[in-house]
């Protein structure tokens, strides 16, 4: 069985390509005789070994319809990861799934976002996007999604059930030990370890972790706010100085001794410790995105309690305790349940042995058996 997935792919700094790449490592240890090629977006590396080869031929901005068909002649299966921002709102991919079935090529596409019209103020641009949603499901073979909600919104558009599979985003199961990882880092070896993982921008809520952090040091001594990230390759300018006011507002609270702000990118390579690290990873994101949370899988795969705002992105979490997930804005809340991890041995040692279950059950190779049922037919 010949692969071929058109996505973009390692070394670019997205999470699409880093999606892929854990789905194609975990395919080759579990089924190594796969064929798989990458069709990538250019920026990628080429790489060409038995059995695995990487293809930069297409860009974002140009026709990529012909230089990606050319390159699927061979293969059994194709699987594109669906994004809006990679592939916009054109005819572009509606026209290449059309000539896939003129071929017999057999196609599953994976759509990581989903937003409903209504939780969007680009209300032209978000119905595009619906009509896109259902387009190119219509058209494809397999539909992937990661969450109820996502199958739900594509049901609402008349996509049949059948057609709609729920596989849950793959976790990373990682166990870097904590004081080591903290060594590597340059973290404090003691005390207690608050990471906010990812780029940086307004919708993150990095201003309210900052107010929970106040409220958390009043009854928990040496805690810390790891801010883990650097803005995105793509920062706006509105990005920058969101930045730059958490910055002033970490000075002006005198909160300079708790945070520690990288101001980086972390890669792959660091991310195992950086999850290590920490003690609790918080996610008080708050947008209407139907879309699974690479990051919390990674926090969740480091058997790390996590913290996260009740919407749909998070919705995963209610799975190890619907406790951790906190109305947005409460900052309270945040700080409270974080207080409770921290001195509570019994919530904690719950939560814990709760995130080791789940954490197994959507383990990376537990999740690509699902995948390659599909593919087989067997679903």
């Known amino acids: 069985m010949k692969i071929a997935y058109v996505s973009t792919y390692i070394p670019q700094q997205c999470g699409i390509a880093t999606y892929t790449d854990y789905v194609i490592r975990a395919i080759q240890k579990v089924c190594p005789l796969v064929d798989i090629r990458v069709i990538a977006e250019k920026g990628a590396s080429p790489v060409k070994q038995d059995k695995f080869e990487v293809v930069p031929c297409w860009d974002r901005n140009e026709n990529y319809v012909e230089p990606i068909i050319r390159n699927t002649k061979d293969a059994d299966i194709v699987h594109i990861q669906h994004e809006f921002g990679i592939y916009k709102f054109d005819d572009r991919l509606p026209t290449l799934l059309k000539r896939l079935n003129a071929e017999r090529k057999r196609s599953i596409i994976t759509i990581h976002c989903i937003t409903p019209l209504q939780f969007s103020n680009r209300g032209a641009t978000m119905m595009m996007a619906e009509n896109c949603a259902k387009t190119i499901a219509e058209l494809a073979d397999e539909v992937i999604v990661h969450l109820d909600s996502q199958k739900a919104i594509l049901e609402r558009l008349g996509i049949p059930s059948q057609k709609i599979h729920i596989i849950t985003h793959g976790t990373a199961l990682s166990d870097a030990d904590k004081k080591d990882s903290r060594r590597r880092l340059q973290l404090p070896e003691e005390g207690r370890i608050i990471t906010a993982f990812g780029f940086l921008n307004p919708i993150k809520g990095l201003d309210i972790l900052l107010e929970a952090l106040d409220e958390v040091r009043k009854e928990v001594e040496d805690v810390y706010l790891f801010i883990a990230g650097g803005l995105a390759p793509t920062a706006s300018e509105k990005d920058r100085k969101y930045v730059q006011i958490l910055k002033k507002t970490i000075e002006k609270d005198k909160l300079t001794d708790n945070v520690i702000f990288s101001d980086n990118f972390i890669s792959n390579e660091e991310i195992p410790y950086v999850f290590g690290a920490s ?90 058996r699902k995948h390659l049922r599909l593919y087989l037919g067997v679903d």
Not at 315 to 344: C, Y
């Open 279 to 368: 003690d609790v990873v918080v996610y008080p994101h708050y947008h209407e995105d139907r879309s699974a949370s690479g990051s919390l899988h990674l926090a969740i795969g480091a058997k790390k309690p996590v913290i996260a705002y009740r919407v749909p992105k998070f919705e995963v979490v209610k799975n190890i305790s619907d406790e951790l997930l906190i109305l947005p804005g409460n900052v309270s809340g945040i700080a409270q349940t974080a207080i409770r991890l921290f001195t509570d041995k019994e919530f904690e040692r719950y939560v814990l042995d709760r995130t080791e279950q789940y954490r197994r059950a959507i383990s990376w190779p537990i999740t690509v």
